[in-house]
């Protein structure tokens, strides 16, 4: 049974953020600008970036809303009633609620009635694990459509408040706490939305799922990229442990980290992703003609082809693309908000029988995610 | 860039950033090349689980686990020489070429040992104990492995082996130096051996790439050096894994 993305959606909350107003929106720690926000944006090369919170650090927009926003976009341009959906898969590093899940909540909010559901939880691979739930779903002739919706609203962790609340942690310690604040100018928020059913849409392109493949490799790295713990060495504590939330939040276990060292770990792992399914035969690089690539800074981007050009098997710099540079990064919600973009797009003129490759890899514990596309049409 | 250029640079744990230059693989050296990255990739990761190399991801590495890591490295770096020198020797006058590259490359390190025993003393060892050091379990294995091979007519699998040990070098240079002297307080005069080293093997690279497009013409030699990567990533991970069982 052939699957085939029908129809996408998405939703970048507010107004275009641009480097220099970032910091307006997340708020200057304690009044004092930070040492590391232009060599942060420098490096990774976004421009302008979304928030669904405001200047005054309130929240504009909800996760579940985002999300039920990039799928009503998606429903809207379907060729299909929402009462036939059967399935809504819901992808997010963080749910409004830490129970239940985010799905539940999603569909509520759409208000589709009695259809199976399931929440992922992870970081960007999280959107790959419900694209794949739901794939399968429909392959095992389960469900004939299902709605898969990733959203992400990271600026509710980056805000000032958040750091200027850990007093007693790593953050407050140093001058200059590289892996604490990090992400702060990498993330953004928004969602992204694909409908899959078990046939083309009547009209225009769709793109039939070829493969789709995942490599964790948790069992050999520490944790790269987290929230729950104080980032001390050796601490083995994690937030639920302290007293008070108020004390987890004090010692900083509740900031966003990436374990900045670890990070080239991911660039390697994917790499050796892709040669694993070039070496079975499953990925063949000189038959891709768009290679959609979730890179969470410009700085991966040059290290991933440098490896794959090593081993001759690049796919040409001219078969990449990306709306990193003007979307944001927005973890889990990145790759669906990429491909909507990239089925509009005018800067791309995608054919039928085109061979789309998607990589979304993550490093929070060094997940690998790959899916082989087709477009194609009715 | 077709698909029998290749862009590369000073090491196998990436394509470079400095110094790129365009070379021509033959099919079968660039199939080699594609399965070494892997060889190479999945022993890096395997070295992660490594507790002594697992706490220098952690933060946790001490002054003490240097001298062992020092201790136990100086016997594999002699060896390392005894090998080389002898696979040079069993390459006959038709790989003259090839023998002349690792000619040069035993003549580079085969005194590389003399900077460990410096780092040790500089670390708060003594010479004696360094020396008296004997081969730990993996080193043997490793050793017997290397020893075996580079002894047979034309041991051209031995580049498998070139490929782990000195991506490794690089590995200690940009890696592990400096993050050890982070972690421990130590100064540049404890990591001497592991920063020289990953400098040195940016020209060694350059070589075995010139090596594997000369050797490496049949898919037997593909599969040959290889599996000989696949072995010595093995070996060299049972030897740092047999650290522990000093430090216990």
Not at chain 1, 303 to 310: N, P, Q, V, W
Not at chain 2, 12 to 19: H, Q, R, T, Y
Request: glycine share 6%; proline share 3%; hydrophobic share 40%.
């Amino acid at each position: 049974m052939s699957v085939y993305i029908t129809s996408t959606g998405c939703f970048l909350p507010g107004p275009p953020i641009n480097c220099e107003q970032v910091e307006n929106v997340l708020g200057a720690v304690n009044g004092q600008a930070s040492f590391l926000r232009v060599q942060i944006q420098k490096a990774n090369q976004i421009e302008p970036r979304h928030y669904a919170i405001d200047e005054n650090q309130q929240t504009t927009h909800s996760n579940v809303e985002m999300a039920t926003n990039a799928a009503e976009q998606c429903l809207d341009r379907a060729f299909v009633a929402r009462e036939n959906i059967g399935m809504l898969a819901v992808a997010s590093t963080q749910g409004d609620h830490p129970a239940p899940g985010m799905a539940s909540m999603v569909q509520a909010e759409l208000e589709l009635p009695t259809i199976e559901i399931i929440s992922t939880h992870g970081i960007c691979s999280s959107s790959t694990m419900a694209l794949k739930a739901a794939w399968n779903s429909l392959r095992l002739e389960e469900h004939e459509s299902a709605l898969v919706v990733s959203s992400e609203l990271a600026s509710r962790l980056l805000k000032k408040q958040r750091y200027e609340a850990a007093t007693e942690s790593t953050f407050a310690e140093k001058k200059i706490d590289f892996n604490t604040e990090f992400l702060r100018w990498m993330l953004s928020d928004g969602a992204g939305a694909l409908l899959l059913q078990n046939k083309p849409s009547p009209k225009g392109l769709s793109l039939r799922i070829d493969w789709m493949k995942g490599f964790s490799h948790a069992h050999a790295f520490p944790t790269c990229m987290s929230v729950g713990s104080s980032g001390r060495i050796g601490e083995t504590k994690t937030w639920q442990d302290y007293d008070s939330y108020a004390e987890a939040e004090r010692k900083g276990a509740l900031l966003l980290r990436q374990d900045v060292r670890l990070l080239d770990n991911i660039v390697r792992m994917g790499v050796d992703g892709y040669l694993r399914l070039v070496e079975e035969g499953i990925n063949k690089p000189n038959e891709v003609d768009h290679f959609l690539c979730h890179y969470s800074s410009h700085h991966f981007k040059n290290k991933i082809l440098e490896m794959l050009e090593a081993a001759g098997v690049a796919i040409p710099q001219e078969r990449w693309w990306t709306n990193l540079y003007t979307r944001g990064n927005t973890g889990a919600a990145s790759m669906f908000i990429m491909i909507d973009e990239f089925m509009r797009s005018s800067d791309v003129q995608i054919k039928e029988g085109d061979r789309i490759l998607c990589f979304v890899p993550e490093s929070g514990r060094f997940n690998t995610t790959y899916f082989h596309l087709t477009a194609v049409s009715a | 860039m077709s698909d029998s250029e290749i862009a590369i640079s000073d090491g196998p744990k990436s394509g470079g950033v400095e110094n790129k230059e365009i070379v021509s693989l033959n099919p079968h050296a660039q199939v080699c090349l594609q399965q070494l990255l892997r060889v190479w990739l999945g022993f890096e990761r395997d070295l992660s689980t490594v507790p002594l190399i697992r706490r220098i991801d952690l933060g946790t590495y001490t002054v003490e686990d240097h001298l062992c890591f020092l201790r136990n490295l100086r016997q594999q770096v002699i060896e390392g020489s005894r090998w080389i020198t002898r696979t040079a020797s069993s390459f006959d006058s038709e790989h003259s070429e090839i023998r002349s590259a690792i000619i040069q490359h035993a003549m580079d390190e085969h005194k590389d040992y003399e900077l460990i025993e410096k780092d040790y003393i500089a670390t708060g060892g003594s010479i004696e104990d360094i020396q008296d050091m004997s081969r730990n379990i993996g080193s043997e294995a490793l050793h017997g492995f290397l020893m075996y091979r580079s002894s047979r007519p034309n041991p051209i699998d031995l580049l498998g082996a070139m490929w782990i040990i000195e991506g490794l070098g690089e590995k200690m240079a940009t890696s592990w130096a400096e993050r050890i002297q982070e972690l421990t307080g130590l100064n540049d005069d404890s990591t001497r051996f592991m920063r020289y080293h990953g400098h040195n093997d940016g020209d060694h690279m350059q070589q075995f790439y010139d090596m594997l497009e000369e050797v490496c013409l049949t898919q037997e030699s593909v599969e040959l050096i290889v599996k000989t990567a696949k072995v010595v990533a093995r070996l060299y991970r049972l030897q740092l894994e047999e650290i522990e069982y000093e430090i216990r």
